[in-house]
């Protein structure tokens, strides 16, 4: 087995801003527009009542940039953040994030330490982690919270809602622990027919009567991500866990219902222009050949960046308010378009990528229908070299 890496070893690249390099005048950058989180953060203070809000800002709030997403969410008055590695939280406690941090994905006996004194908050699910979690909290004599993670019906984490009773009970005799959350998670709320929903809300109910039953009242009891807080009000219980809308996209098969605004932006600038006759291959592979005289553009943005390899010859940009297609592969930092049909186009115009330009806008779901992805992975890939300029 592999040793541990050891601190000389491990480079965690944060996401690049213009601070970390003040002279690059590379200008393809990610704008992070606060103004439409908090607008979509009021989507979802709407439909929910007084219900409390865990924003879920893992891997880099979708992208996004968690720090400053998070700060202004904390601003908003949401109870809990979201991340699903123990480094993403204390990320967010260096940078001065007091708030609630619920670890969604696994925890090992190993970070027990940092997760008790960085104050984060664990979701546990086995007895070998939460007795680390215990030993590690009682000698500090600190009390960690822990929410106990329920599959109903995901089948990624968590215990069976049988195993869950006995499993909380004997959590509650453990030192230094206390169990403020009960969660599950849906596989397809997302879906039209809600009937294997149901069925994962009729288990996690279940559970929850059998608790009361007993005289465990858990405080914090969530299930909704973004789906379910557009269209399955059953779910919302005492606190919801939304991501995607508050990044301006809905996640819903009907797509319909609510009003959100994308936070992103990937923006760039044309680096250079060629005319070039008909018959003339451009990029890796000669997989595009121009059918008549064309102007080609070239844009400093590629895959490193996070734009898919997928888009050559599918992609599209806008220039000068026109769409433009990609024109041949994508290469790793570099892109051609086939600008012929843009009057007036010039080296240094600006593109955008994803985002609106006069009349037209392309979003991260056109590019996922384009690649055979969804929004959540086209946002969370472009790549940490890509500066967020917050707005
Ligand atoms: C456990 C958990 N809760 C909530 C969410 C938020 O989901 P969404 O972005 O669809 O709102 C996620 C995201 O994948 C998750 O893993």
Not at 99 to 123: D, H, N, R
Request: aromatic share 4%; hydrophobic share 45%.
């Amino acid at each position: 087995m592999r040793a541990p890496y050891t601190e000389s070893e491990y480079v965690c690249s944060p996401l690049a801003s213009r601070a970390d390099h003040p002279s690059s005048d590379r200008p393809t950058v990610a704008t992070v527009d606060l103004n439409a989180l908090t607008h979509n953060y009021r989507e979802v203070a709407r439909r929910i009542g007084d219900r409390k809000v865990l924003a879920v800002v893992k891997a880099q709030a979708y992208g996004h940039g968690a720090i400053p997403v998070s700060r202004r969410l904390v601003e908003l008055g949401i109870h809990m953040l979201g991340v699903a590695l123990v480094e993403e939280g204390r990320d967010l406690r260096d940078a001065g994030i007091t708030a609630p941090i619920l670890v969604m994905a696994p925890v090992f006996p190993g970070q027990a330490e940092v997760i008790v004194s960085a104050k984060l908050t664990p979701v546990v699910y086995t007895l070998a982690m939460t007795r680390a979690l215990s030993d590690v909290a009682a000698g500090t004599g600190r009390t960690l919270g822990v929410h106990v993670k329920i599959d109903t019906g995901m089948g990624r984490i968590g215990l069976s809602p049988e195993e869950a009773v006995d499993f909380i009970a004997a959590v509650g005799k453990l030192p230094g622990l206390a169990v403020e959350g009960l969660m599950t998670h849906f596989a397809d709320a997302d879906l039209r027919d809600k009937a294997f929903a149901r069925a994962q809300m009729d288990r996690f109910e279940s559970l929850i009567r059998s608790l009361e039953a007993k005289g465990i009242t858990i405080p914090l009891r969530h299930a909704a991500n973004s789906a379910a807080v557009l269209e399955y009000d059953r779910a919302l219980l005492t606190m919801v866990r939304p991501g995607l809308m508050l990044y301006g996209y809905n996640p819903l098969e009907s797509g319909v219902g609510a009003d959100l605004r994308p936070v992103l932006s990937l923006v760039t600038r044309i680096a250079f222009v060629k005319r070039v006759p008909a018959g003339v291959p451009i990029s890796y592979g000669r997989t595009f050949v121009t059918k008549r005289e064309s102007l080609i553009a070239t844009i400093p943005l590629g895959y490193a960046d996070g734009y898919s390899r997928g888009l050559s010859n599918k992609g599209e940009a806008i220039v000068r308010g026109v769409r433009v297609p990609v024109a041949g592969r994508v290469c790793m930092d570099m892109t051609m378009l086939d600008v012929t049909d843009v009057p007036g186009v010039a080296e240094g115009d600006e593109v955008v990528l994803i985002g609106a330009q006069e009349n037209e806008r392309i979003t991260a779901d056109d590019i996922a229908a384009r690649t055979g992805t969804i929004a959540y992975e086209v946002l969370c890939g472009i790549s940490g070299r890509v500066p967020r300029i917050i707005i």
